[in-house]
T-cell receptor
Framework: DAKTTQPTSMDCAEGRAANLPCNHS???????VYWYRQIHSQGPQYIIH???NNETNEMASLIITEDRKSSTLILPHATLRDTAVYYC???????????FGTGTSLTVIP | NAGVTQTPKFRILKIGQSMTLQCAQD?????MYWYRQDPGMGLKLIYY???????DKGEVPNGYNVSRSTTEDFPLRLELAAPSQTSVYFC????????????????FGDGTRLSIL
């Protein structure tokens, strides 16, 4: 079963920051949080991941709460090309498997 | 860089036919995965492999078989195609140290769109 909870959909104005929340209240101490996105049923695209510290790369920032029970993906300046389904994933299992939920459908509005 | 390559991109099968979906990666990753995605849903894990000669079931393995004879290739076999197997299939790979939690992301292919009529 997926171990994450995300809102079904969100809108964001073009040029503004998009903040996508994720709840992972049952996460274990050594499980990483990953964010991917999927555009038009293409293969999921890796965005960012973290364990307990905040992370930033050229695509986004990841803020993880101190108790690690939730996180927020931040797209600092959303563009129309950021319209996609965003998945928050906790990696589990001996095979480091991903369990996908239904994700958040983000629509960037002109 | 090729990354994860899936073939074919599209296929239509008749009920009861069989086929093999091919997946190859050139990143020397030891872990490989097969997922399926039904319309409007997230991906569900079918099978995974932690190395050549080792495979294990995921969430939805029924109706599928896999093998892993080389590090690079991880084919998925449908023996008796059924309409319920109409889906988009994604292959992924990653590097992990066996038996340990990994922080390496999975890399996905572009998918195979399969329709069974």
């Amino acid at each position: 079963d997926a171990k994450t909870t995300q809102p079904t959909s969100m809108d964001c104005a073009e040029g503004r920051a998009a903040n996508l929340p994720c709840n992972h209240s049952t996460i274990s101490g050594n499980e990483y949080v990953y964010w991917y996105r999927q555009i038009h049923s293409q293969g999921p695209q890796y965005i960012i991941h973290g364990l307990k510290n905040n992370e930033t790369n050229e695509m986004a920032s990841l803020i993880i709460t101190e108790d690690r029970k939730s996180s927020t993906l931040i797209l600092p300046h959303a563009t129309l090309r950021d319209t996609a389904v965003y998945y928050c994933i906790v990696r589990v299992g001996a095979g480091n498997q991903f369990y996908f939920g239904t994700g958040t459908s983000l629509t960037v509005i002109p | 860089n090729a990354g994860v390559t899936q073939t074919p991109k599209f296929r239509i099968l008749k009920i009861g036919q069989s086929m093999t979906l091919q997946c190859a990666q050139d990143m020397n990753h030891n872990y490989m995965y097969w997922y399926r995605q039904d319309p409007g849903m997230g991906l569900k894990l079918i099978y995974y492999s932690v190395g050549a000669g080792i495979t294990d079931k995921g969430e939805v393995p029924n109706g599928y078989n896999v093998s892993r004879s080389t590090t690079e290739d991880f084919p998925l076999r449908l023996e008796l195609a059924a309409p319920s197997q109409t889906s988009v299939y994604f292959c992924a790979s990653s590097y992990s140290v066996r038996g340990r939690y990994s922080n390496q992301p999975q890399h996905f292919g572009d998918g195979t769109r399969l329709s069974i009529l």
